[in-house]
């Protein structure tokens, strides 16, 4: 079974500029998360997706982070723009149903602002 | 509200000496908790849940943890360190009304020397 898929794998910007992740989730799950990992910290929810409807997004940053999951499968995951404590790694998790099934983790992005 | 506290950021342990990672929780609910490894550049990784039925948990790798109500902890063990088992592992607590609100702790660090 493929596991969650992310790209790109790194990404350097400059501060103001603009960025886009992708994240592709295991077959067949229903519901996709997007976290963020700032260095030293554990992972935070940023957006929680159940098939193309947004579940939580109270912790997301809306004034310059965007996110959708057209058709229930993909996601992407937008910053604009761009500031340097969004240095991060941004991680896609999906599971089979909502609630107590377990998350399965992407590779992550690694972001990096200057 | 649900909050995880890994009482030890850093915990270096010998080849082959047993391996201690402290996690105290608070929810409101009754809770699910999970441990998750991450080693470096890779996805995060489930080693163990716990979803109310038994207390002591097995997982992968030769971990397993004990739930214990009255402490509110949720401690991992394992007999005895690999040095493949150097990785940063994450205690992750979410109430069983939720909708897989996953709250990770601060991360412990564990380094294995030989």
């Known amino acids: 079974e493929a596991g969650v898929a992310q790209s790109p794998r790194y990404k350097i910007i400059e501060k103001r500029q603009s960025v886009a992740f992708w994240c592709n989730p295991i077959?067949?799950?229903?519901?996709l998360y997007w976290y963020q990992q700032i260095l030293g910290q554990g992972p935070k929810l940023l957006i929680q997706?159940?098939?193309?409807?947004?579940?939580?997004d109270s912790q997301l940053p809306k004034d310059r982070f965007s996110a959708e999951r057209l058709k229930g499968v993909d996601s992407t995951l937008k910053i604009q723009p761009a500031k340097l404590e969004d240095s991060a790694v941004y991680l896609c998790?999906?599971?089979?149903?909502?609630?107590?099934?377990?998350?399965?983790f992407g590779p992550g992005t690694r972001l990096t602002v200057t | 509200a649900q909050s995880v506290t890994q009482l030890d950021s850093h915990v270096s342990v010998s080849e082959g000496t047993p391996v201690l990672l402290r996690c105290n929780y608070s929810?409101?609910?009754?809770?699910?908790l999970f441990w998750y490894v991450q080693h470096p550049n890779k996805g995060l990784q489930l080693l163990l849940k716990?979803?109310?039925?038994?207390?002591l948990v097995k997982g992968i790798n030769g971990f397993e943890a004990e739930f214990k109500k009255s402490e509110t902890s949720f401690h991992l063990t394992k007999p005895s360190a690999h040095m493949s088992d150097a990785a940063e592992y994450f205690c992750?607590?979410?109430?069983?009304?939720?909708?897989?609100?996953?709250?990770f702790g601060a991360g412990t660090q564990v380094v294995v020397t030989p």
């Open positions: 992750v607590v979410t109430p069983t009304d939720s909708w897989g609100k996953f709250q």
């Open positions: 998790a999906s599971s089979l149903v909502e609630g107590l099934a377990e998350q399965y």
């Open positions: 929810s409101s609910y009754s809770p699910s």
């Open positions: 716990y979803t109310s039925a038994a207390t």
């Open positions: 077959s067949g799950h229903a519901t």
């Open positions: 997706f159940q098939n193309n409807g947004v579940v939580d």
